[in-house]
Each structure stands twice: as structure tokens, then as C-alpha cells.
């Protein structure tokens, strides 16, 4: 094994010209993507992004690895099969809230479900943006788009929350205009053996403008979004002095401070804890933040190892395969 | 003793009465003895169809001869109804003359009634001509087995057996093969075993005390080319091609593929070899199933993805990805009745327009097909070697009629007639000079194979039309009307690759039969007999449908008539008049079953007076 040489972020780069309308979202999130590839500890040319068709899959060509632009929807099936074939690579899956939740819903929960070790972003605008600006499965009921001139009716997924219902081992959200919580996160999600799911909340400044402005705008995002760290209370607020505690199994947001509360009362945040877990991915309403990090980072084998497992647990016990053992098996007879 | 060139014998009864099981240990026993052999299993598209009706039977039909057999046989000589429903399915089906097997203790009327009877047809008029063994199969099951442990339910279930042993006596078949097979089936089980045995020598027992009324038949051993043979369906058939390709290529195999009648047996099958490296992902649908098998293809792998008509519709976005990729991948259609989901048990060529023309856009790829169970496996070779030789999908055509149905098949000569196959994959180990590109094509417009963990090659690859060498994305329209002609000239280019079409018959003649896929058997034999009677008729067999050898338009040219009988409404047809203008004409039979030969010869005279 060669050793892996030192990267730049330039040496991610590829040489096509990117081509999204100024000011998105997707800018910021290539940027961090390409600075967490030079700190992955793989090589590039084992790495591939693998992407369905939308704004955010045009990703691919922008980055100076393997990648693969394919069909609408279908991109965690193709990595899937790429992985299967070849568990060394880094198989990032780049989709958004349209490709990956609704064209492509039914290849994402079983990617998800099988534990394949793909890192898979999803890109949530909350709108179709390629499409030129229809409402998506993530758009809030009443938004007015040129499909919807009188409100959107239907009822929106939570990417994560249907990520953890499929049993994603590891789940994370992070946002557009953090580039070093981005890099974090998806670092994190590269580490963790087996599927890792990262919703990122992403502008598009077009059709959906502001979307997330409550998490994103400096006047308000401390108190609309909660950072989690692991084994640590789940502290928020300009002044440091909100937390999440637990009435019950429902969580509610207290100060510290005042009526009696102390930091011991909050909720320590585990990422192991599929209670913990299922309530960070449902907060958002009302006062409570939207958690941002790593929700939840559980242990549990990947798929494309335990083919290969098998495939040498079979070897072993019958030997190597030969096709003239093969053809010659069972039941023959000679003619003269 | 009756000696007999071939007979026909169909075993019939309800699909829970171990009909195809019965079916399949006569054909084994008799290929073991020698005889050439074609089967045709016919069942049920439910798995519990409602018991002792019509819907309800399920059938296996063996095709034994001393000379050679190509087609599981016309009309049974005998057919063995373990009810009346059975009976009456295929009592028009049974030749002039041929002996009914009936097992009169379910001639009750209940099963009557189920049948649609309203009395009791053995011994009227309705079976007149026929030679009826009244056999009380179930009865005597019961009584050969009163001190078995079993219960009452498990002896019943032997009754099969005793179906089977009367008719190894009738046909001289030898009782061992089948007795070992007992004894390894139901090892974990003797008492079960003893009782089947037990019940397959009754039935011979009893078929010898009632000789006096029958006339035994007897089926020489066939005169076929010396070697080693066994029996394979052509659903194996396929599965082992491409782990033969594989092989020959030096790459491992991968198979995304999703369940569907009648071609799960292939994925069924791959699953079983994990120690030749093979890797099958039951995928969530179609189109994870191919797109799987892009991703590994993309990776390196010999990848392939197997389906039947409704799911090739699924799958039709994605080959136009790989197509637009330049991937090799090899997608297989095992066919039958369609549309939508039509007949899933029954058989039809009804896809081969949906084979060559099913995706949007001008999205040429190359089409084969096989001809017979045994030719499934080089047909899965060939189409492997040219998806890798070409870099681009490849599909291969089977049926239902084939891909279940079995016949003995020579053991090649692996080495000798199934060589490396020279892939386009780059030797990733070498430091490149200038950038690589990953559409510069050779002078088979083919472009180079560089697949991840090769470094200094990394490269993006698309569906959105790409620029010349580079691949870069390209919406200059100039640019675009070069692409689709080049991806059409690469496919055109594949027949300077492919064996030349061949003749059975004479050069020239007054009548050309086109035939393609798994009609084979019914074409040739149809052929032959008229050639039998001095007519000037010979057979092109296509199983390169795109492109077709290049000597095609010469044979058609050379014919005063062109017929193309098709299980279809004139798919091939409709092609080759729109290609070479030849004026084809089309025998079409689109009732889920395969061409009887007999229809075949009459049509072909019919054709000749015209």
C-alpha cells in the first residue's frame, strides 16, 4: 500500500466550470466537501461521487475524482452496486430533496435499510429547482410554487426522521452556510463504517429564497438551532443559557437558571440512544431548535463486508469454483 | 413390445400434486438411459391455484426419442390426468389413439363438478379412440403404504410416485436413478423416503399385472454424437454462460437483479456460487437491479441484470444510461405472454421491438438471442464477449419455453471453445503521459475501460450528451448529431465480430423460413420434414437480431418466398421488410404456447402453393 499523499483542497478541483446560479447554497457545500476530501485519509482515486439529476447533482463533475451523473433518482442503487463490487472505495452519493425523496424515496430507505457504506448528502432546498420551481416532498404545506398557485397540500417528509425509520446507522444534519460544521460532519460521516445519511439545509436563492432563514440569519439562528455533541447537554441560545429537557418522553426548552434549572437537568446527547436520536430529528417546531451534528452513530456490520464474509466462508468450506468441476457435476452419461 | 421412434408423454394433474417432479425424474431416468429428450413444464401462474379446477393443473411434458429431438413433442401419445380437470385441460391436446393414464378414485363428483363435468366421461363415447388405464392411483397408494408411519395426508402425497412407476414399467425405464434420488432428497426424512420407493414399485407392479391390456412401449437409446452429456433448462443454462464468460474474461461477475416469472431462476442459480467470486444483489426493484449492476459495471466487474418483459419496460431509462455510459453490461429478457402482466408462465416473443427500440432517444445496442436450453449458454458467453469487447449493453433474449425447458447438452470443451476474452480495461498501473480521455475511441469507435482505483484516471461520466475524447458535457448541436451517429456506427460495426448466418437447406430455393429465439426446435424440425418430402425450403435461424450478420440481405435475396413464424404479431417480420425490403411474410401464434411442428409443415406448404 502506497501511502496517501498530502492533499489540497486545488487538487479537488476538477477542471469543468461550475455552473449554479450565483449565490446558491451548493457553492458553500462543494467547497466543504472538497476541503473534508483532503483530510479522508483516501486516496483519490478511490474516491467516487455518484449523483442522480437535479441542481446538486451536477456535483460530480465538479470534483476532481471518479464520479458518475446518472438517472433521476437512482444514484443509491448505482453506488450500492459500486460499493458491493468494490468495498475499498469512498462512495459518496450527492442528491437532493426531489432526486432523493421522491423519484428516488424507494432506493434511498433501502440503501439505508441494507447498512451499504456510502455517505449519502442530501441537498434539502425544499423545492425543484432544475425543474424551474415546483413544490418538493420536503416543501411546507401552503407553499405557493408555479405547480401549487394556491398552496401546496401535501405533507412533508423529515429526511431524517425516514432516514432513522429505515434503519440508518448514522444520521447527521448540517447547513450551507457553516463550512467547518459541514467538513466536520462529513468527516464524521466518511468515518462511520457502514451508511451515513447527512440532510443538509441548502438555499436556493432562486425559487425558494430564505428558506432557512430562522437557522441561517445571524439575529436568530442561536436560538432557532441547537449543535450536538456527544455525551454533552444539549445547550443553545445566544447567551448559552437555553437547554432541552425532558417533560416526559417530550422534550421542551428551559433556561438555566431560572426556576431552579441547572445544567444537570438537560438531556446529555448520545448518538447510540434511538430515543434520543428519533426526538432530535423531529425538532424544529414551535421554540425548539433544529439540532444540527450528528444524531445518531451506531455500529453495525456493512452489507458489502458481509458479502464479501460470505463469499470466503463459502470458498473455505467447497474450495475455489472450477467450471469443469461445474460442468462435469450431478448426473452425466457417455454416449458412444 | 412396441418399438417407437419417440412418444410423448405430458403428466398432468393439480399443481400441488408433484406433477413437475414426476415430470422431471421421468426425463432424467430416461436421458441417463440414452434417449434425447425435450421437456416443457406448463404451470399455474398461482402457486395454490384453486384445487382440482381447470385453473388449477399444472403439467410436464417429455418429448423421449431413439432419433433426434428438438421440440418437447406435438400432441402426448400418453398423458397421465391425476383428476378430471386434468383430463379435461388436455384431453384435446392427446394424438388420435393415445393412451390416457387416469387415476379414477379423483373421478368423484366433487372434482367432477370442479372440472366443469356434469357426469363422469370415462367409458362414454367422449374418450372413444383412446386406450383408458383406469388406474385407483390414490387407493392403491393408501393400501402399499398400511404400514408406514406416516399419516393418512403424507401417504396421499406419494400417490405421484405410483403415477411414475407405471409408467417406468411402460417405457422400460430403469427404477434406480430415481430410487437414489429418493434416498438423497428425503435422507433427513427415511420414512418418507421408504414410502415414495415403496410407492414407485407399486405402481410398477401394477402396470406389469395388468400387461395383458397393454402394450408396452419401448424407446431405443438415440443416435447422437459420441461424448460426455448431461441435462440442462436453459434458465442454468444461462446462469453458467456467464459465469463461463466471467472466467474467460478474468473479471468477477456481478448480478443486481429483482424476482420475477420465469427468470428468477438465473439469480436462484448465481446465488448458489459465491465461491467462483460471484456476487447477486437481490435488489428493491428493476431498476435498483440494473442500476446496481451500472454501478458495478462503472467498477470493473462482468456486470449483468436478468428480468421478463414487464420489468425490461422498468429497466428501459437505465440501458439508455449504460448505453450513453458506454458500459459493457448484459441484460437478460426472459419473455413471456405479455402485455403488462400478461401471461407470466406462458411463453411468447413478444419483446423483441421493445428489445431493439424500447428507450427514448436514438439508443442503438446489440440484441442476440438463444435458440434451445443448451444454447443459453453460449448465447450468455457471446453476449458477454461483446458487451466487453464493445463496451456497450448487451441484450439477451430467452423465453419461457427454453429457459424451463430441458434437454441433453454435450459438455463443451471449455478451453478449447470458450477462450479469454480480451476486455478494453486500461493497465491502470502505468503512469499516464497526458490526461486520459475517457471517450477516445478505437477504430471500432470503442471507447477505453477505466474503472476507480486506477490513479491518474479519474474521470466523470454522464447521461447528458458528451463532447468527443474528453466526455465533457456538450450542448453544441453539431456536436450531437456526430455523437448519435457514432454510438449508431459502433453497434452497426459489431457484425464485423459475429459468426456469418448460416443455412439449414439449400443456397437458393423456393421458400426461406426466419426464424429467431426459441422457436428453433418447431422451425428446424418443420423444415426438415418438408425438405423430407422434396420441397426447396431451408431455414435461416437469427440469433444475432442487432446487428445481423452481414450476410443476411444475400440469403433473403436469394428465396423466391420469406416466411417468419413468430409467437408474436410480426415483430421480426415488420423489421426485416423495413430493412431489405424482402416482402416476408408472417405465421402468428400468440396463445402463450409454443409452435407445434405439425402447424408449422402445413403452413409451410400452404406458403409454397400460394
Known amino acids: ?336 | 413390445m412396441k418399438e417407437l421412434e419417440s412418444v410423448v408423454i405430458r403428466f398432468s394433474g393439480d399443481s400441488g400434486d408433484g406433477m413437475q417432479l414426476t415430470g422431471t425424474q421421468f426425463s432424467n431416468t430416461s436421458a441417463l438411459m440414452g434417449n434425447d429428450i425435450s421437456t416443457f413444464p406448463d404451470f399455474p401462474a398461482e402457486i395454490r391455484a384453486p384445487q382440482g379446477t381447470i385453473a388449477g393443473v399444472s403439467g410436464f411434458q417429455v418429448n423421449i426419442g431413439a432419433t433426434h429431438i428438438n421440440t418437447p413433442g406435438d400432441e402426448p401419445d400418453v398423458l397421465v390426468a391425476m383428476n378430471p380437470a386434468a383430463l379435461k385441460a388436455n384431453l384435446a391436446a392427446l394424438s388420435k389413439n393415445g393412451t390416457i393414464i387416469a387415476n379414477v378414485d379423483a373421478f368423484n363428483e366433487l372434482n367432477l363438478k370442479k372440472a366443469g363435468y356434469a357426469a363422469n366421461p370415462i367409458g362414454t363415447p367422449e374418450l372413444d379412440g383412446h386406450n383408458v388405464i383406469k388406474a385407483h392411483i390414490t387407493e392403491q397408494t393408501l393400501k402399499a403404504l398400511e404400514n408406514s408411519p406416516l399419516d393418512n395426508k403424507e401417504k396421499g402425497r406419494c400417490k405421484n410416485f405410483y403415477a411414475l412407476g407405471m409408467t417406468y414399467f411402460m417405457f422400460s425405464r430403469d427404477l434406480e436413478p430415481t430410487i437414489k434420488w429418493i434416498n438423497e432428497k428425503f435422507g433427513k426424512k427415511p420414512e418418507v423416503a421408504q414410502a415414495n420407493i415403496t410407492t414407485l414399485k407399486a405402481g410398477w407392479n401394477y402396470a406389469e399385472t395388468i400387461e395383458a391390456t397393454v402394450s408396452t412401449y419401448s424407446v431405443a437409446p438415440a443416435k447422437i454424437a459420441p461424448g460426455k452429456y448431461r441435462q440442462i433448462n436453459g434458465n442454468i443454462s444461462t446462469a453458467w454462460g456467464f459465469l463461463q464468460a466471467a472466467e474467460s474474461a478474468g473479471l468477477k461477475l456481478f448480478l443486481g437483479s429483482y424476482p420475477i416469472t420465469p427468470a428468477t431462476d438465473i439469480l436462484h442459480e448465481l446465488s448458489k456460487f459465491k465461491n467462483f467470486g460471484v456476487k447477486t444483489f437481490q435488489a428493491e426493484d428493476e431498476i435498483a437491479g440494473i442500476c446496481s449492476s451500472i454501478g458495478a459495471a462503472f467498477g470493473g466487474a462482468l456486470a449483468i441484470t436478468t428480468t421478463s418483459g414487464p420489468g425490461l419496460a422498468l429497466k428501459g431509462e437505465a440501458i439508455g444510461l449504460a448505453m450513453m455510459y458506454e458500459v459493457p453490461l448484459v441484460i437478460v429478457d426472459v419473455q413471456r405472454g405479455g402485455p403488462s402482466t400478461g401471461l407470466p408462465t406462458k411463453t411468447e416473443q413478444s419483446d423483441l421491438l421493445q428489445a431493439l427500440y424500447g428507450r427514448n432517444g436514438e439508443c442503438p445496442i446489440i440484441v442476440v438471442a438463444a435458440s434451445r436450453p443448451n444454447d443459453c449458454f453460449h448465447m450468455a458467453y457471446e453476449a458477454s464477449r461483446l458487451a466487453l469487447e464493445h463496451m456497450t449493453p448487451v441484450l439477451l433474449l430467452t423465453d419461457g419455453y427454453i429457459a424451463n425447458g430441458a434437454e441433453p447438452w454435450k459438455i463443451p470443451d471449455v478451453a478449447k471453445e470458450y477462450g479469454k476474452i480480451k476486455t478494453h480495461l486500461v493497465d491502470g498501473k502505468k503512469p499516464l503521459e497526458e490526461p486520459y480521455l475517457a471517450y477516445k475511441r478505437d477504430e471500432g469507435l470503442v471507447r477505453p475501460w477505466a474503472v476507480p482505483g486506477m490513479p491518474g484516471y479519474e474521470h466523470r461520466i454522464g447521461g447528458l450528451e458528451k463532447a468527443q475524447n474528453t466526455g465533457n458535457v456538450s450542448y453544441d448541436p453539431k456536436n450531437h448529431e456526430e455523437m448519435i451517429h457514432i454510438r449508431e456506427d459502433k453497434v452497426a460495426k459489431v457484425a464485423e465480430n459475429i459468426p456469418l448466418q448460416t443455412l439449414e437447406g439449400d443456397d437458393k430455393g423456393d421458400l426461406l423460413v426466419v426464424s429467431w429465439g426459441g422457436t428453433y426446435g418447431a422451425t428446424h424440425m418443420a423444415v426438415n420434414k418438408a425438405r423430407e418430402q422434396g420441397k426447396k425450403v431451408s431455414l435461416m435461424h437469427l440469433r444475432y437480431l442487432n446487428p445481423m450478420p452481414r450476410n443476411v440481405p444475400e440469403i433473403l435475396g436469394n428465396f423466391k418466398r420469406i416466411l417468419v413464424p413468430e409467437l408474436n404479431l410480426g415483430q421480426l417480420k415488420s423489421v426485416l421488410n423495413a430493412r431489405f425490403q424482402c416482402n416476408a411474410v408472417g405465421y402468428n401464434k400468440v396463445q402463450g404456447l409454443p409452435f407445434k411442428i405439425s402447424e408449422l409443415v402445413e403452413v409451410i406448404n400452404r406458403t409454397l402453393e400460394v
Open chain 1, 1 to 336: 500500500m502506497t501511502e496517501v499523499p498530502q492533499y489540497k483542497k486545488k487538487d479537488f478541483i476538477s477542471d469543468q466550470e461550475v455552473r449554479w446560479c450565483p449565490g446558491c447554497g451548493d457553492y458553500a457545500i462543494l467547497s466543504s466537501v472538497q476541503m473534508a476530501m483532503t483530510k479522508l485519509g483516501k486516496k483519490k482515486e478511490d474516491i467516487v461521487f455518484v449523483s442522480g439529476i437535479g441542481c446538486s447533482s451536477r456535483f460530480p463533475y465538479y470534483m476532481d475524482t471518479f464520479g458518475m451523473h446518472t438517472i433521476h433518482g437512482r444514484a443509491p442503487a448505482i453506488a450500492s452496486g459500486l460499493k458491493i463490487h468494490n468495498p475499498n472505495l469512498s462512495v459518496w452519493v450527492i442528491t437532493g430533496d426531489g432526486d432523493g425523496l421522491s423519484i428516488g424515496g424507494n432506493h434511498l430507505i433501502h440503501a439505508l435499510r441494507r447498512n451499504v457504506d456510502l455517505n449519502i448528502i442530501l441537498f434539502n432546498n425544499e423545492i425543484y429547482g432544475l425543474t424551474k420551481g415546483q413544490y418538493s416532498p420536503t416543501s411546507q404545506v401552503g407553499l405557493v410554487t408555479k405547480s401549487t398557485p394556491y398552496g401546496s397540500l401535501d405533507r412533508p417528509f423529515m429526511p431524517l426522521s425516514l432516514a432513522l425509520g429505515s434503519g440508518a446507522t448514522f444520521i447527521a444534519r448540517t447547513i450551507d452556510t457553516d463550512p467547518k460544521h459541514m467538513s466536520d460532519v462529513f468527516l464524521a460521516a466518511a468515518a462511520h463504517k457502514g451508511v451515513s445519511f447527512v440532510e443538509v439545509l441548502q438555499n436556493c436563492v432562486i425559487f425558494n429564497d430564505a428558506v432557512h432563514d430562522k437557522q441561517t440569519n445571524k439575529a436568530t439562528r442561536d436560538d432557532t438551532t441547537v449543535r450536538l455533541e456527544n455525551g454533552k447537554p444539549m445547550i443553545f441560545g445566544k447567551e448559552k443559557n437555553k437547554g432541552l429537557r425532558l417533560n416526559g418522553f417530550t422534550p421542551e426548552v428551559v433556561t438555566i437558571g431560572e426556576n431552579g434549572v441547572e445544567e444537570k437537568d438537560l438531556i446529555i446527547h448520545n448518538e447510540t440512544d434511538y430515543n434520543i436520536s428519533s426526538m432530535l430529528t423531529r425538532l424544529g417546531g414551535g421554540d425548539l431548535p433544529v439540532a444540527l451534528g450528528v444524531l445518531r452513530n451506531v455500529s453495525e456490520l456493512s452489507y458489502e463486508v458481509q458479502i464479501e464474509t460470505q463469499n470466503q466462508a463459502v470458498t473455505e468450506k467447497k474450495g475455489p469454483g472450477s467450471m469443469l468441476k461445474l460442468l462435469n457435476s450431478g448426473e452425466t452419461w457417455e454416449v458412444k
